[in-house]
């Protein structure tokens, strides 16, 4: 069992950047595919971006590609989202994710491990 905490939201400008962190408890976070999703008022949850166990892999959702790296570092138990260009879309409570599957995917099912979430706003 893994325990996440997310941190490093905020209030941004449009085009400004941030950086997500997601600290991971236990000593097995090497063996957990890790992603990141959102949702924002009134909407779904929503993939964002996902990266192997290794980190030699991610994936990205069309709509944060090219502006979203997601990284992780295993000796930390940390993974990362950095956000930059941000759009005033990109509003949202943002979640990391675990899932003991190395293959990544988009599919929020697949993940068995939530945090609690940090909100970002981007002011247009």
């Known amino acids: 069992q893994v325990q996440l905490v997310e941190s490093g939201g905020g209030l941004v400008q449009a085009g400004g950047s941030l950086r997500l962190s997601c600290a991971a408890s236990g000593r097995t976070f090497s063996t957990y595919a890790m992603a990141w999703f959102r949702q924002a008022p009134g909407k779904e949850r929503e993939f964002v971006a996902a990266i192997s166990r290794s980190g030699g892999s991610s994936y990205y959702a069309d709509s944060v590609k090219g502006r979203f790296t997601i990284s992780r570092d295993n000796a930390k138990n940390t993974v990362y989202l950095q956000m930059n260009s941000l759009k005033a879309e990109d509003t949202a409570v943002y979640y990391c994710?675990?899932?003991?599957?190395?293959?990544?995917?988009?599919?929020?099912?697949?993940?068995?491990?939530w945090g609690q979430g940090t909100q970002v706003t981007v002011s247009s």
């Open positions: 994710a675990a899932s003991p599957k190395n293959s990544l995917t988009n599919y929020y099912r697949s993940y068995d491990y």
